[in-house]
């Protein structure tokens, strides 16, 4: 039995915290966390180095060690494009990727929903709703496992639309640090989070590993009386930083344990 696996909710990590192709990552970290998230920075057209992935293995790994899975879709999806061809691409891209990696059964896929800067809000949102729309209709009952993550803007904008179009939310603890947005408005969303990302942020960089515990205490009795069940992903990436966090929740997360 994993050491975290006694917690109310599943603990995870990256696929990234070694500079190494994901399949490497997943073999190191599957022993040490009930999650691994699947991280695709960029889009498979326009992707420089491509990751192979082998999902027979992942599967295997994921019977021997109890785990689980979920993917960071690419950030580079305009889903808000003016091009209707952008958003197109944006959407085959996601579509394509949910089907490569259904045999894993992600419990969520993690999506950007990126500002258009020489787009006004109106017609940005506009484009928005379309892609949303036609994605939630080709996903059918699949869509509530795409969770739209809270990101530089106020959550505020989309949240209107991922109700609309049935999708999931992302919160993601440490971007409302970084970004100065209100921790418990975002903390608001929990009855409706379907993955929460956590990590520390220093000098303004997000990302970095966690060293405030009363915070810690704060978000494991948040999610305690939220009755969350789903995944705590440690977003960082550098094995160091996620050893310095996971030794720290060890010792701040006793209390939430299952009896």
Not at 18 to 37: E, K
Request: aromatic letters at 6%; glycine letters at 6%.
């Amino acid at each position: 039995m994993m050491v975290n696996s006694r917690r109310l909710w599943r603990l995870g990590a990256t696929s990234c915290v070694l500079p190494a192709d994901i399949m490497s990552n997943v073999r190191v970290l599957a022993p040490m966390v009930d999650d691994i998230q699947l991280l695709f920075f960029e889009s498979a057209a326009n992707s420089l180095l491509p990751q192979p992935l082998d999902v027979q293995e992942l599967r295997n790994l994921a019977e021997e060690h109890g785990l689980t899975y979920t993917v960071h879709l690419p950030t580079d999806l305009a889903l808000g494009a003016a091009s209707r061809g952008e958003r197109q691409e944006g959407i085959a891209e996601i579509l394509r990727l949910m089907v490569c990696l259904a045999p894993l059964a992600p419990l969520s896929f993690d999506l950007h929903l990126v500002r258009e800067p020489n787009l006004s809000d109106a017609v940005w949102l506009d484009n928005l709703a379309a892609s949303l729309r036609e994605l939630s209709g080709a996903l059918g009952k699949e869509k509530r496992l795409v969770a739209v993550e809270n990101i530089e803007y106020p959550y505020g904008f989309v949240a209107p639309l991922v109700e609309e179009y049935g999708l999931s939310v992302c919160l993601d603890l440490g971007h409302l640090v970084r970004y100065g947005h209100d921790l418990e408005e975002g903390l608001g969303l929990l009855p409706r989070v379907l993955h929460l990302h956590y990590h520390g942020v220093q000098d303004g960089r997000d990302h970095q590993a966690l060293t405030d515990a009363d915070q810690a205490r704060m978000l494991g009795n948040r999610l305690a009386e939220a009755g969350y069940q789903g995944v705590v992903t440690l977003e960082m990436y550098s094995l160091e930083n996620l050893k310095a966090s996971l030794a720290l929740l060890d010792e701040v997360w006793q209390p939430f344990s299952q009896q």
